[in-house]
């Protein structure tokens, strides 16, 4: 009899201390809305892609499938390279989007003021280029609002679109530009031009991938040591290649048609 007690005792308190594995979680079930924090660790993260998928409405990599393309800069301002890049669009009468980091706009506030003087839209890059996903909540927040007050005081108005840096949001930072009425936009087409390649390799990876509504990333600024000088001297050739294949060159509010400030 008394053994019996024994087992019964040891099965109670073996089946009290198991735990089915995470694995086992109802796979119907959504993914968790909060993939950052302390209890975010167990929870399945998405990927870009995914993210892409679920929050349509607010993650954009390209537009319609109309005969538009928008040239799309980032990193900017900066005065060895921006100022250079906005000649070729005045020569061309070619209207671009670039993303603007704040603490470089706080450096050069005149090539800010240029861009906009010439019929450019203004998105926001950021205050000093993190990758947002390592970020807490606060300090997202406070990168994007930040940057987004510095832009107001330069361009008149507070930008509806944001470009994290390196491409790179979780999904609690998604919901929140979605509350707040941003719009997340990356792109579609890589120019690779930040690796400071040459003319011809910069053009290639322009219009070989190119189509109707893509977003093209090129750069108009960059770190210590950076050559953009392939983007520079691709651009011309670039601009009359699309519009040679019969593109529309366009802003990305124009081609997104969201306004391009912020409610």
């Known amino acids: 009899m008394r053994v019996r ?118 998105g926001n890059h950021s205050y000093n280029h993190p990758e947002f996903s390592k970020l807490s909540m606060n300090a997202f927040r406070k990168q994007i609002l930040h940057t987004g007050d ?17 491409g790179d949001i979780n999904e609690e930072q998604l919901r929140w530009a979605a509350r707040q009425h941003y719009s997340i936009v990356n792109w579609n087409v890589d120019s690779l031009d930040w690796k400071g390649l040459s003319k011809e390799q910069v053009k290639d990876n322009i219009l070989s991938a190119v189509k109707p509504g893509s977003i093209v990333l090129q750069h108009a600024g960059g770190g210590v040591g950076s050559n953009l000088n392939g983007t520079i001297e691709a651009l011309p050739e670039i601009i009359e290649e699309l519009r040679n294949r019969g593109y529309e060159l366009v802003t990305l509010d124009e081609m997104l048609g969201l306004p391009k400030a912020k409610d």
């Open 5 to 122: 007690l024994i087992m019964l005792m040891v099965i109670v308190i073996f089946l009290g201390g198991y735990h089915a594995p995470v694995s086992s979680r109802d796979s119907s079930s959504p993914p968790s809305e909060s993939v950052s924090g302390s209890d975010a660790g167990e929870e399945e993260q998405l990927t870009l892609g995914q993210l892409r998928q679920k929050y349509a409405d607010t993650f954009k990599t390209n537009g319609p499938s109309t005969k538009k393309v928008a040239l799309t800069f980032d990193d900017v301002p900066d005065p060895r390279f921006t100022p250079q890049v906005l000649e070729v669009l005045k020569k061309y009468n070619v209207r671009a989007t670039f993303f603007i980091v704040g603490s470089r706009a706080e450096k050069h506030p005149d090539l800010v003021k240029r861009i906009i003087k010439e019929g450019h839209m203004v």
């Open 150 to 166: 510095i832009i107001r005081r330069l361009a008149g108005y507070t930008p509806k679109m944001i470009r994290p840096p390196y």
